[in-house]
């Protein structure tokens, strides 16, 4: 039996996923360490709510952009959604336990009020990286098999 090309995920597919996962870290910790000061919302705020929901959709916006990149060259497939969203989900985990580790336990450049809404941020926003891979439609006239 032959393999189909790129039809089951490799080496270069977890690399690329990892590697799109560390492009996407560098977005978001960029931002929140430029911005995030004016835009994050102290703890205990409705509004604040409501702008870490929209910070989150752009976190999902962002990853389904990046999982409509990454299968251009791959077939789609369940195994590899599975493995980008996992993927690039634990990657940015990984490099932000290390911010965490390195700045004493606080995410740098934001105050102390603002902690609690950039933990609900990071825990949201993994949460659609994982799942952005599945919101995205299968190419017209394909389906998307378990392999």
Request: charged share 10%; hydrophobic share 50%; proline share 7%.
């Amino acid at each position: 039996m032959t393999k189909t090309p790129n039809t089951f995920p490799d080496r270069h597919d977890v690399l690329t996923a990892i590697g799109y996962g560390v492009a996407i870290w560098v977005i978001a910790t960029t931002l929140i360490t430029t911005l995030g000061p004016v835009l994050l919302p102290d703890s205990g705020s409705w509004p604040g709510v409501l702008a870490i929901i929209a910070f989150t959709a752009a976190a999902l916006a962002l990853a389904v952009i990046a999982y409509v990149l990454y299968r251009r060259r791959r077939a789609d497939s369940i195994t590899h959604r599975l493995l980008f969203g996992s993927g690039i989900a634990a990657t940015g985990l990984l490099l932000d336990a290390v911010i965490y580790g390195a700045a004493a336990s606080r995410y740098p450049s934001l105050t102390e009020p603002q902690q609690g809404p950039v933990a609900f941020f990071l825990v949201s926003a993994y949460a659609a990286l994982i799942i952005a891979p599945h919101v995205v439609r299968t190419r017209q006239g394909e389906h998307c098999p378990i392999a």
